[in-house]
């Protein structure tokens, strides 16, 4: 597990712990913390959408000889 400065937590994790937990625990009917789901990762996908046609890694390699 990587070790977080005091005061740095990620903004994701501190709304999961501050707002999501509590709110999980009341809608689940937990009686303690440690009953209450965790989140282990989580994977942002940002996509850039369609390579241009002009970029040299979208044509594929001519088989011409010179």
């Given at each position: 597990?990587?070790?977080?400065?005091?005061?740095?937590?990620?903004?994701?994790?501190?709304?999961?712990?501050?707002?999501?937990?509590?709110?999980?625990?009341?809608?689940?009917?937990?009686?303690?913390?440690?009953?209450?789901?965790?989140?282990?990762?989580?994977?942002?996908?940002c996509?850039?959408?369609?390579?241009?046609?002009?970029?040299?890694?979208?044509?594929?390699?001519?088989?011409?000889?010179?």
């Amino acid at each position: 597990m990587t070790t977080i400065e005091a005061g740095t937590l990620p903004r994701l994790k501190e709304r999961y712990l501050n707002v999501l937990r509590p709110q999980l625990q009341e809608e689940l009917g937990l009686a303690n913390v440690m009953q209450v789901p965790r989140l282990e990762k989580i994977v942002l996908n940002c996509g850039v959408g369609r390579a241009p046609s002009s970029s040299p890694s979208s044509r594929a390699p001519s088989a011409t000889s010179s």
